[in-house]
């Protein structure tokens, strides 16, 4: 699955989540079993599913017949099952011509706790194969969970409903009666019976098509592969489909009617990114189709997911629209595909056995993902962004809250809460330094006989730790286990470096990187670290293990350690060494530039530096560093803003003096980047620029709000005042800065817009309003049939990152309206992620309050990281910032 994209605020207010861990010692090899929440003694094979929805009425029935292979006699078959009703159920022998003879009735009971279904007959069945047939009936939602539907407006101004679903964790059980887990692979066979006219798309392509006498159509879909259950996917609608063939595959999109054009962008990718995996994994695409079909609107939990041969992405993360779309987007629009295609192999084709392993599908994903647009697009320049990334793992692994990356899960909801930061980005990043350890060639030979091993099973991490370290040579799995074993940040303290006939010597000794147990006697890793002295092109390696290592580099000068930022740790330097890096700080590598910014803002903030460390770069950093530098400058200064906004004594002037110093540093870079893209400009301007207008909205200024007004103003009658890619900014500042009249126009906007893309965006941007009335009003707005089901939950999230406490206010008198907008699969999170932002130490005490209310103990890991999150919040700015405030003063701002 890819990760819905989350607001910088929001982000922040995620700094710590789920799960805590027992104990910090690496556990033992894992048991030869996978987890299950059913009774062995039963194994299905292969699937046929007739299904009949009735998107009108919200319900479907179907008829399952499910092949199974009976290990043990029994009396009964147990399988999950989540709110479907069943009327008829039959078990034969299979493979016989005498099965209808000898076909007993059973008897269905459902447990809604345990999300099963047990049918019990009177006949004992014994070992062997039997035909299990089910007529049943379910629901379908309105969040993306389960089989769904999604509602929008269509060309002709009429409400579209269509069908689409979301099975990832656990909730293939809503659609089909199965053993629904990950170890349980099988073959389906899908049948669907839908409307004339509309089109159905599967993971298999259509097998034939018979039209009913009553008008309607049966489609059948050819046989799938073995696989999991989450895998599997189906959509129906006024759908429309586009096509290319690369590699013997066809490739294809599939939108609402009147939006195909918008997907060319992701399917000339698709070709190039299917020809790259093709080759890289060694083993080929092994389905006759992929497809990757848009849906509109939203999840509060993922922007798209990797179902085998049939990708479902939200439309935000497929089309390209001229009219709005950015530079950004269309950067999302691929890295979002490379991630869902990574999975055809990583996840789909290869399994994680159980979800302790999830990261195997995701962090991997998430790497492949970063690899190829690195690869495909090098004048994005993305590998810079591996920095962030990193940083936002690192947040959230320096708490107790945090998790290691292979953890062990026993609950469905646990398994919901494990779609996380560790999991994606901590995994990404520890596959990042693994490959520079033992090289790019033995890392993708390692990947290559894993996959050929592996092919439609399912596995653990020292399955693919086995291959590397067999292809590596290197003890590569030693290192793995430190890293994805134990929780926790490795933080390398960097001694004295001695300067000896032209080489530098320099030592180093391992810690801990913790914000809430400092004083705890650090965990242990094997740590490979790369240094360089600044100026010198040679890098020089070592394995810091027993918690000491040295290194000897070429030249003698300012030195940087985690040269390149491979590595997952903070490196913290002695004052002097640190004053010579940021005198030197404009001749580093932009990605070293950002790795001292990552670590010197998080070092600072816990206390080990400086709070003002990370401005003394800000100071030494030139305007004509690279626009990602500045990017993420833009971001800290926001970080500091919104800190200080957050602030329950809040200092007024503080926060304006650091506003007018970010203003004044930032206003230079505006004025070079301009309003419009100039032709040919770099990708990086086009981002720089909508992050530095957005950054100057927030921290208020002037120049930046009357003119995006001024354009704003003239939008309707001059449509080049608002070119597209500047359409969305404009119109979030405008929102930001709204009075009432302004904050109705939007809304009536809102209302006749007929492009589900900008409709969706503009109710959201209602409730990004400064104004605490206007916000006020958003929340109720929010509630009502108005804006759309997909939208209500966004729009409540957004009012929470200014005003959290209302937002969790408002959420909690409305506790059942707000379950029913959100995905059933992630309501624990949700009321944790609209807390997490806050400084009110009253906070705490509604997020327990709630949480005992509403929470199984096993599933309070989310709210238990908000609380250590806003903690940490309180703690630290009443620690830090005044040392920032003394910077400020000192530096004029
Ligand atoms: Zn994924």
Redesign the pocket.
Known sequence: ???SLLSAAVALALAALPVHYASAVPKAAASQEATTQLPRGVIPSHYDIALTPDAASGRFTAKAAITVQVTKATSSITLNAADLRFDSVSVAPAGGAADALNAQAGKASVDADAQTATFAFDKPLAPGLYKLVLDYSGVIGTQAVGLFSLDYPGSDGKQQRALYTQFENSDARRMIPSWDEPAYKATFTLEATIPAGQMAVSNMPAAGTVKLPDGRQKVSFAKSPKMSTYLLFFAAGDFERATVKAEGTEIGVVTRRGAIDQAKFALDSQKDILREYNDYFGVRYPLPKLDNIAGAGRSQFFG?M?NWGAIFTFEYALLFDPASSTQHDRQEIFATAA??MA?QWF?DLVTMRWWDDLWL??GF??WMESRMTARLHPEWNTQLGAVGSRDGAMQRDSVATTHPVVQHIETVEQANQAFDEIT?QKGEAVIRMLEAYVGENAWRSGVRSYMKAHAYGNTVSDDLWKQIEKAAGKPVTAIAHDFTLQPGVPLIRVGEPVCRNGSTVLPLLQGEFSRDQPDRKPLAWRVPVIAQVAGNAKQASTLVAGGKGTVTLPGCGAVIVNAGQSGYYRTLYAPKEFAQLAQNFATLAPIDQLGLLSDSSALGMAGLQPASSALDLVKATPVSADPQVWSRIARVFEGLHWRMTGEMSEDKTRRQRLDAYAVARLAPLMAQTGWEARSGEASAIANLREQLLDTLSELGDANVIAEARRRYAAMDKVPSAVPGPLRKTVLAIVAQHADAATWDGLRTRARAETNPLLRDRLYVLLATTDDKALAERALQLALTDEPGLTNSAAMISAVAQRYPDMAVDFALAHVEAINQRVDASSRSRYFARLAGGSSNPAMIAKLKAYAGANLAATSRGDVDAAIAAIQDRIKTNAARLPEIDAWLKQNGG
């Open positions: 699955m890819h990760r798209a990797e991630h869902e999975h996840g599908n995701e994903a998430s994606y």
